[in-house]
């Protein structure tokens, strides 16, 4: 897959989709793109910047959802242009898809609308590249569905991400033979490391999360053959206004990207 001068090729390695959760501000923004751009390019591997302009999914009506979809697009527009990156960004209906669209250099459907028909058909339609994160409550197989749902336009620039399937109450699992049942299909399987360790909810009126675990996901994917990754990313996760217990340290993802690429060399040598 080409996006842009960004070239999606598994012979040449897993690309990286990595970024703050939702957009807290400018500055914020920029710093983590800015890092996150750097170590990407000294390490050879192809990078997406995501931060999302607005969480329409939050647990609590109280909860930061973000700048909204102009402001936000505002803020990835410039960051797009200052440091001559990708961005993706979620879109949550029709409506947004067209300003969205205009641009974002991919669209990302999230995981409690990968069914929603009229969104899928309407994001392709875009002609723009679309990450859907399959949902915790579908098995690898069902994917097929989704993207004969977006193949139908004519538009067949699409990812399937994994992001764990609901386990109990508040709990996610990984089934590591998913990504390659997924694989099947010939289209790119990305990995997120972060949601899998989310604990959905399980902070009472905010989701918690095991970040300690997210590294050890993310070594055993880059294992199976996966395409790429996707890694929520900040300064401070404790301070971060959503999904701080599931990020990464932002000072801790060279080091993981380091060892992420020894292990792909290990198994592909």
Known sequence: MKIGNLSIDKKKGFFLIAGPCVIEDYSTTFEIAQALRDITTDLDIPFI?????????RTSINSFR??????????LETIR?????????????VEEVHLASEVLDILQIPAF????TDLIVEAAGSGKPVNIKKGQFLAPWDVKNIIQKFISTGNHRVMITERGVQFGYNNLVVDFRGIGIMQQTGYPV?????????????SGSSSGGQREFAPILAKAAVST????LFIEVHKEPEKALCDGPNSLRLDEI??????????????TS
């Open 49 to 57: 910047f995501k931060a999302s302009y607005d969480k329409a999914n």
């Open 81 to 93: 242009a200052e440091l001559d990156i990708k961005v993706l960004s979620d879109v949550h209906s």
């Open 66 to 75: 973000g700048p909204g979809i102009r402001e936000g697009l505002k803020i």
């Open 254 to 267: 060279q080091s993981l990207l380091i060892t992420l690429k020894a292990i792909e060399k290990a198994v």
């Open 190 to 202: 990305v990995f997120d490391a972060t949601h899998s360790v989310q604990l959905p909810g399980g």
């Open 225 to 228: 053959g996966v395409d790429g």
């Open 113 to 116: 609308l990968c069914r929603q």
